[in-house]
């Protein structure tokens, strides 16, 4: 009877152990999860829908990379034409995005912009419809 309770026991205790080490793992997980997002700055977050392309500044919170490139949900049809540094940017994280707003539709749009290395950084911007559009 003694051996059968304390194997019984050992037998939990292990299962204990073993609970807390995968708890544990997936708390470390998803600490590491939140230290991974990033939020973009983006100063002025309004684009118009227009023909002409439109520069949206945002700033980044920290390097993500060399080539970093953006992207907008499909269903926004706003187009980013280009990403680039400007010269002599005040900042090291200030970003310049070139964005083709001619088919956008109205709404807020998440943007997210990704380093070479897959770190991605993510903001939100606001499509104001041109004055007589109804989307």
């Known amino acids: 009877m003694n051996r059968t309770r304390l194997m019984g026991r050992i037998w939990v205790l292990g299962l204990l152990a073993?609970?807390?080490?995968?708890?544990?793992?997936?708390?470390?997980?998803?600490?590491?999860?939140?230290?991974?997002?990033?939020?973009?700055?983006v100063p002025n977050p309004v684009v118009p829908v227009q023909a002409e392309t439109v520069t949206l500044n945002i700033k980044l919170p920290e390097d993500i990379g060399?080539?970093?490139s953006a992207r907008l949900a499909e269903e926004s049809g706003v187009?980013?034409?280009?990403?680039?540094?400007p010269a002599g940017a005040p900042e090291p994280g200030m970003v310049s995005l070139v964005l083709n707003t001619a088919k956008a539709v109205a709404g807020s749009w998440e943007l997210t912009v990704e380093g070479e290395k897959g770190r991605s950084c993510k903001g939100t911007i606001q499509v104001r419809a041109a004055e007589g559009q109804t989307r």
């Open 66 to 68: 060399a080539q970093i």
């Open 18 to 41: 073993a609970g807390l080490t995968v708890f544990a793992a997936d708390a470390r997980a998803q600490e590491a999860e939140r230290a991974q997002e990033c939020k973009i700055e």
């Open 79 to 85: 187009q980013v034409v280009s990403v680039e540094r």
